[in-house]
């Protein structure tokens, strides 16, 4: 046996440089991003929404003579706000229905709008879904075909996302 070292040195890799990003040549077309794909959901910015059935939630907002739909105003722009990190959250839903709760149903349907929207699909409500709400409670099932489709559409769109309900 010897004493010299037969081994073979290891390359010196602290001296050089790892080598820039690839960027395109100047005034080359760089492709424009991939629109989602049907059926498959974009990835989401936060947590997942609950679903909340339709009929339970129109029962709770009888029995809490209107109490639970504050809530549930609360409830739904909490979760869309911390999904997406848009919308006016919680918390300003909450104010403006314990004020001026009138314009929440425009507000809320347009934000479940926006939701699929920033997925790329056509949105099944807007701001103009509202108007089953008000005027709509002149023929008095006005209100609860709003609730009905928001809340379907807002239902529908978190089971896309993976929530169990």
């Not at 991939?34 to 959901?41: D, K, L, S």
């Not at 679903?51 to 209107?66: D, E, N, Q, S």
């Amino acid at each position: 046996m010897s004493d010299t070292n037969d081994s073979v040195p290891a390359p010196d890799t602290t001296s050089a440089a790892a080598p820039p990003p690839y960027s395109a040549p100047s005034g080359a077309v760089t492709p424009a991003p991939a629109a989602p794909v049907a059926g498959y959901a974009a990835p989401a910015a936060g947590p997942v929404g609950k679903i909340r059935g339709t009929g339970a939630c129109i029962l709770l907002m009888i029995v809490t003579f209107g109490i639970y739909g504050i809530w549930w105003y609360f409830k739904t722009h909490d979760e869309m706000k911390r999904h997406s990190g848009e919308g006016i959250g919680g918390a300003l839903a909450l104010l403006l229905a314990l004020f001026v709760g009138i314009v929440l149903p425009y507000i809320n349907s347009s934000e479940v709008g926006k939701l699929y929207e920033r997925r790329g699909q056509p949105s099944p409500v807007s701001g103009a879904t509202g108007l089953w709400y008000f005027p709509g409670i002149f023929i008095l099932v006005g209100p609860i075909v709003w609730f009905v489709k928001t809340n379907g559409a807002l239902n529908e769109y978190w089971r896309s996302q993976g929530a169990q309900g």
